[in-house]
């Protein structure tokens, strides 16, 4: 009986302790003076200009907060080191931590959350796949290298048909003594030579005429293979398939992450191996080598760096693999939480915050939908 | 009419020259074409960095912002030890190598009968810091009490005043400049005691040591912090009657701490285009406070 009325008795004083916090909490009045919010570069999300100044889509929404509350604070770069930045959330170092940080179980665990503000799609990056089709093939006849091949040839075929005309034109024969109508017969006769075609309507009969055909013959063998190599590549090239169409193609494929990122936590639950690259620019540097065919992470990042860096040659698939809510982060039992939460709503529910999202975001991510692998 | 004759004879040997060098010029053409494309290919600029585990994390934190501000640009960037990094840098497969210690003899010789000139730039300056468990209350080593306890005479923490309990020794495995340093300046040469364990990295150092009480690490300031307050370093004494001295930026720079050491990038002849760009950015301010985030103490640029 007594343990159980300890029991109740402490459960009461906890609630009432509860209640009193809370009620505590909701009062602005009891604020810090000032506050220091952890962040770092997560472009469009967190950017940073040469001059120190922050801008993006998280940091908009904090200033508007923090404008809201009429708080006091200062930011902390935390660039590069997403560990250290979490770390400090989670010793109470700092205030808030506010950047591109998915609410997450392993997260949570750590530190509090606010109510989310934005709905990161996880998506697949891939070597951009070039167009295929008939269309796609003729484009490629008009490639720098096809005109060149095809504009070389033509020269060339005017020049021998110039030569086997001044070597023949007295004969009167077969090649007209007129130069503009001999030229042509020129002409004509180097390209039925060329090609192998022989029709026999234009002979040279001078021991010159004769020579220039026998090097022609045999030099426009190298010729038409060097040419049609050419014109074959220009092909080729614009019709190599990178053989990942959708998240199904990911568990064959050599799959980069980013370490510590919600797109590495769930490859790892899907159980797909993947390398693990330090930072963003370098797993896309691999996926520009070759190194791996696939990059799994947040697509309005990855369409924000393929579009600011121009890096045509990669791609986002449509394909949305999940959804991850980034938050603020606060430490535990954090006096700011319900504030940040209740002024935060207010913002995201603001008519022109649909205005800001797009400005950062942009085209950059379509509506996340998971479809799932 | 001979001088006719001469004349179609030249005309005959005109007509072969003239397709001869029609021939020659397109093939030219083609080929000029095809390497000019080479060449654009080749600007992208790769730049291949391996060595120092130490320096490993904030040389891979400069590489991202690096390429943020040059996003043609490529930096790869490979651990494996500074041993690793300076014989990838001699062989040719790596544009820099990242040593945490000075060049050995053998290196310089290799590179002087290769005729390959090195060029070594300080990119920051480091301590190596002695870890214990937090619960280890000990105070302070001597480098010689040091020296006993990782050559394997000195087994007990209770021999050294601290709680009882077999001391775990925990090193890095060859090739590491940190391993190297510290058997130069600590061991003075001597072995290992089989009873050391090697281990790849310094965080796996730290970890170790954050996690058996009664282990005993070196690791480089910078993997410091992955041991949160579970690894505490400790005060060194250059020999028993010295003050002990803690690693911090200040006891490093004047000298007083007696581990320090400088973290530098060497490279075959002065670096030119991508990797010298880089070399700059890693010595300008931005590059330096990564450094410095990291726990190490900025550098100035100096050649040698």
């Known amino acids: 009986m007594k343990p159980a009325m300890r029991a109740i008795i402490v459960a009461a004083v906890a609630l009432w302790f509860c209640v009193e916090l809370t009620t505590g909490r909701a009062d602005a009045g009891e604020l810090p003076a000032k506050i220091v919010v952890g962040t770092m570069r997560v472009p469009p999300f967190v950017l940073r200009s040469d001059d120190g100044n922050w801008s993006g889509l998280s940091i908009e929404l904090w200033n508007q907060i923090a404008a809201d509350l009429n708080l006091k604070f200062e930011f902390r770069e935390y660039d590069y080191d997403l560990a250290g930045l979490l770390d400090a959330v989670e010793r109470s170092q700092i205030d808030a931590a506010i950047a591109a940080i998915p609410i997450t179980y392993e997260n949570e665990e750590r530190f509090d959350f606010t109510a989310a503000y934005f709905p990161a799609s996880l998506g697949i990056a891939v070597h951009a796949e070039p167009q295929?089709?008939?269309?796609?093939?003729?484009?490629?006849?008009?490639?720098?290298?096809?005109?060149?091949?095809?504009?070389?040839?033509?020269?060339?075929?005017?020049?021998?048909?110039?030569?086997?005309?001044?070597?023949?034109?007295?004969?009167?024969?077969?090649?007209?003594?007129?130069?503009?109508?001999?030229?042509?017969?020129?002409?004509?006769?180097?390209?039925?030579?060329?090609?192998?075609?022989?029709?026999?309507?234009?002979?040279?009969?001078?021991?010159?005429?004769?020579?220039?055909?026998?090097?022609?013959?045999?030099?426009?063998?190298?010729?038409?293979?060097?040419?049609?190599?050419?014109?074959?590549?220009?092909?080729?090239?614009?019709?190599?398939?990178?053989?990942?169409?959708?998240?199904?193609?990911?568990?064959?494929?050599?799959?980069?992450?980013?370490?510590?990122?919600?797109?590495?936590?769930?490859?790892?639950?899907?159980?797909?191996?993947?390398?693990?690259?330090?930072?963003?620019?370098?797993?896309?540097?691999?996926?520009?080598?070759?190194?791996?065919?696939?990059?799994?992470?947040?697509?309005?990042?990855?369409?924000?760096?393929?579009?600011?860096?121009?890096?045509?040659?990669?791609?986002?698939?449509?394909?949305?693999?999940?959804?991850?809510?980034?938050?603020?982060?606060?430490?535990?039992?954090?006096?700011?939480?319900?504030?940040?939460?209740?002024?935060?709503?207010?913002?995201?529910?603001?008519?022109?915050?649909?205005?800001?999202?797009?400005?950062?975001?942009?085209?950059?991510?379509?509506?996340?939908?998971?479809?799932?692998? | 009419m001979p001088s006719a004759g001469i004349a179609k004879g030249y005309g005959f040997a005109l007509a072969g020259w003239c397709t001869a060098a029609v021939i020659l010029a397109t093939a030219g053409a083609y080929l000029y074409f095809d390497s000019s494309r080479a060449n654009v290919d080749s600007q992208v600029g790769s730049v291949q960095v391996v060595g120092s585990e130490s320096m490993h994390p904030s040389v891979t934190a400069c590489a991202e912002d690096f390429m943020t501000k040059n996003p043609q640009a490529d930096v790869i960037v490979k651990g494996g030890g500074s041993g690793d990094g300076v014989a990838a840098l001699l062989h040719g497969i790596a544009d820099i190598a990242m040593a945490s210690r000075e060049l050995t003899q053998r290196e310089r010789e290799y590179a002087r009968s290769n005729s390959i000139e090195l060029a070594v730039f300080a990119v920051a300056q480091d301590g190596i810091s002695i870890i214990v468990n937090h619960a280890n209350p000990v105070a302070d080593l001597s480098l010689g009490q040091l020296r006993e306890i990782f050559a394997g005479r000195l087994r007990n923490w209770g021999d050294l005043d601290a709680t009882q309990g077999e001391i775990r020794p925990f090193a890095r495995a060859a090739g590491s400049g940190t391993a190297l340093m510290f058997g130069e300046r600590v061991l003075g040469g001597a072995a290992y005691a089989a009873s050391v364990q090697r281990l790849p990295t310094n965080e796996a150092i730290v970890s170790n040591v954050a996690s058996q009480r009664d282990g005993i690490g070196y690791t480089d300031l910078g993997a410091l912090k992955h041991g949160g307050d579970r690894v505490r370093p400790i005060a060194l004494r250059a020999d028993d009657q010295s003050p002990p001295v803690v690693a911090s930026p200040e006891t490093i720079v004047s000298g007083h701490y007696p581990l320090s050491r400088r973290l530098t990038f060497v490279t075959a002849g002065n670096p030119l285009g991508t990797a010298k760009a880089f070399t700059d950015f890693c010595l300008s301010a931005t590059g330096q406070a990564l450094f410095q985030r990291a726990g190490f103490v900025s550098a100035k640029p100096a050649a040698l």
């Open chain 1, 132 to 373: 295929s089709g008939v269309l796609a093939t003729l484009g490629s006849v008009f490639s720098r290298q096809a005109l060149v091949a095809i504009g070389g040839l033509a020269v060339l075929l005017f020049v021998i048909g110039v030569l086997i005309w001044l070597l023949e034109r007295r004969q009167k024969a077969h090649f007209d003594a007129r130069p503009l109508a001999g030229i042509g017969d020129g002409v004509w006769w180097a390209a039925v030579t060329m090609s192998t075609t022989g029709y026999g309507d234009k002979v040279p009969v001078t021991v010159g005429g004769r020579i220039l055909g026998l090097v022609w013959m045999f030099a426009s063998i190298f010729l038409v293979a060097l040419f049609s190599a050419t014109l074959a590549s220009s092909f080729v090239v614009g019709r190599l398939k990178t053989g990942i169409n959708g998240p199904s193609d990911l568990a064959r494929s050599r799959v980069a992450v980013v370490t510590g990122t919600a797109g590495a936590e769930w490859v790892g639950a899907q159980k797909i191996a993947a390398r693990n690259y330090p930072f963003a620019i370098q797993a896309m540097k691999a996926l520009q080598r070759g190194e791996v065919q696939a990059l799994v992470y947040e697509k309005a990042i990855l369409g924000h760096m393929i579009k600011e860096y121009h890096w045509n040659e990669l791609q986002v698939l449509p394909h949305t693999l999940a959804v991850r809510y980034y938050g603020i982060a606060v430490p535990t039992e954090s006096v700011l939480k319900e504030s940040l939460n209740r002024s935060l709503l207010k913002v995201v529910q603001r008519p022109d915050w649909k205005e800001r999202v797009y400005q950062y975001v942009g085209g950059s991510e379509e509506s996340p939908i998971a479809d799932g692998p």
